[in-house]
C-alpha cells in the first residue's frame, strides 16, 4: 500500500512539473498551440510602412553602374558595384554612396509613394559636356530594386545605376 502511496504521489509531482514547465514555454514562445499566423508579402509591407516612419534605414545594395565615358550620347562603361544607402523616415531624407550630388553628407529629400521611397536633390553642375539640374533615387520596398536618374538640362533623364538592395543587419544577430 505504501509503495503505491509513493508511486501515486510521483505520478502526480511529476505531471505538476510537466504542466508547470509546459505553462511556462508557452508563456514565453517556446510553445505554440496551433498554427501560427504566417503575414502574406502586402501584410509584412503594410507593417513595414506603419514602422518606417519611426526608423532610420542601412541598405546594401548590389548594383550596375552605366557610367557614360565623355557624353551621353558614347556608349557607356558598365560595372557591377556594392554600395550602401541609407533611409531616414523621422527626417525625411535619403543618401546613397553617389558620384553626383546625393551622398551621405548632402542628403536628399525623402518622399513616400506607396511603396516606392523616393529620394531628390537639385544640382548644378556639368558632366560629360551637359548641365546636371538635378539627380534622385528610388528604392522599392516591396521588391528592393533601386534605380538612380540624373536630370540633364533639357528635362533628359539618364538611368546610371539599377540594382536591389537589402536591409543591412548589424551584430549583435
Not at 519611426?54 to 548590389?62: D, P, Q
Request: hydrophobic share 40%; net charge neutral.
Amino acid at each position: 500500500m505504501e509503495k503505491t502511496t509513493v508511486g501515486l504521489v510521483s505520478v502526480v509531482a511529476s505531471l505538476a512539473v510537466c504542466a508547470a514547465a509546459g505553462l511556462l514555454g508557452y508563456e514565453l514562445g517556446w510553445v505554440q498551440f496551433g498554427s501560427v499566423p504566417k503575414l502574406t508579402a502586402a501584410q509584412q509591407l503594410k507593417m513595414d510602412l506603419k514602422n518606417a516612419d519611426e526608423e532610420a534605414i542601412t541598405l546594401i545594395c548590389e548594383v550596375a553602374v552605366s557610367m557614360p565615358v565623355n557624353s551621353l550620347d558614347t556608349p557607356p562603361k558598365v560595372h557591377t558595384e556594392t554600395l550602401i544607402a541609407g533611409l531616414d523616415f523621422k527626417n525625411l531624407n535619403g543618401w546613397y554612396q553617389g558620384d553626383f550630388s546625393i551622398s551621405e553628407s548632402r542628403k536628399g529629400a525623402l518622399v513616400m509613394q506607396g511603396s516606392k521611397a523616393v529620394v531628390s536633390r537639385p544640382a548644378m553642375f556639368e558632366r560629360f559636356g551637359e548641365m546636371v539640374i538635378g539627380e534622385q533615387f528610388t528604392l522599392d520596398r516591396k521588391d528592393g530594386k533601386f534605380i538612380q536618374t540624373v536630370t540633364f538640362k533639357g528635362d533628359r533623364k539618364v538611368d546610371i545605376i539599377k540594382g536591389y538592395c537589402g536591409k543591412l543587419t548589424r551584430a549583435p544577430y
